[in-house]
Each structure stands twice: as C-alpha cells, then as structure tokens.
C-alpha cells in the first residue's frame, strides 16, 4: 500500500488579542483606546479610560449631555466601587444594559460583528496591523453608519421588551 506523503505547511505568525474600548455616538466614534500586549482591564486602567474619554467628549460633543451605556456594565472593573463613584463624578448617566445580551450591545451586533464578517479567513501579520485595519474601519464609516446603529439599538430594545426579554433574532 502506498500512503499518500505527509505535507508540511508553513505556518504564519499572526496577530495575538488586541483589545480596544470603543466610544462612540450617533455622530461617530469619539474614543479609541487599545491596550498594549499583555495589559489588563482593571478598574485602576477603566477609570483612566473613562478619564480620557471624558476629556475627549469636551472637545468634539461639548454641547451634549453624556448617557453612557456599557455591555459590561454587570461585571469587573467596569462596576468596582471606584469606578462607579468616578463616574458619578464625571456626571454621567448611566443606562443599565442586561446582562448576557450580545443581541443588545451595538458594539456586537453593528460595529464588530460586521467587521469580523468581512475579516475573517484574512491573515493579520501583526497587533499594529490590527490595530491599523480597526482605527481604518471605525474612522471611515460615515455619520450615518452610527446613527443607524443608534436606531437598530432602539429597535432591538423594542424587540426584546416585546419578546418577554428573548433575545433579539438578527
């Protein structure tokens, strides 16, 4: 019997997790911020975020009250005593979103999940190249772009409340 030969194949190295908050409005997005390999989220390094955040809202939405709506908001460093007191400090208001709810968090559903459809199967050489390709894809979507993912969160707020609070079908 003659068995077919083994094929050697080159693997590419390829990016590692990049991870990035994302802060954006109806007008666009407001605030990228990545974190460096191998850093971690911890209430200390949110409420620096949440620093930045604040400043940067100063600048290009003054005129505009901030409602701040975070999917995590049920766990880590995003609900610690410290972070909520900053926040309450900053002035904010908070909308409590449901825990477990992808089908109700913009980010999923309208800005990574599409990103991710047309994406996938690509090689990403290195984090700079993932990071170069997402600050490329937040800054080109225009206004109405995120004005649309503003709607289709009401909607699907909607939806869900008419669903008994089931998730929302894409």
């Given at each position: 019997?003659n ?75 995003h ?30 559903f ?6 991710k ?28 772009f995120y ?24």
């Amino acid at each position: 019997m003659n068995s077919p030969s083994k094929k050697n194949f080159k693997t590419l190295p390829s990016a590692g997790k990049v991870t990035c908050a994302v802060f954006w409005d109806r007008k666009g997005v407001i605030l990228l911020d990545f974190l460096q390999p191998g850093q971690t989220i911890n209430s200390d390094r949110y409420i620096a975020t949440l620093t930045k955040l604040k400043a940067r809202i100063s600048r290009v939405r003054p005129e505009k009250k901030t409602i701040f709506l975070c999917n995590r908001i049920t766990r880590g460093p995003h609900t610690s005593l410290k972070t909520v007191e900053h926040i309450v400090n900053l002035g904010w208001t908070v909308v409590p979103h449901p825990p477990c709810s992808p089908d109700l968090a913009p980010y999923n559903f309208h800005l990574f999940g599409p990103m991710k459809d047309r994406t996938r199967g690509q090689h990403v050489p290195s984090n700079d190249a993932v990071v170069r390709a997402v600050k490329h894809r937040v800054t080109s979507a225009g206004a109405d772009f995120y004005e649309r993912g503003m709607h289709a969160l009401v909607h699907r707020w909607r939806k869900c409340i008419a669903n008994g609070g089931d998730y929302v079908e894409k």
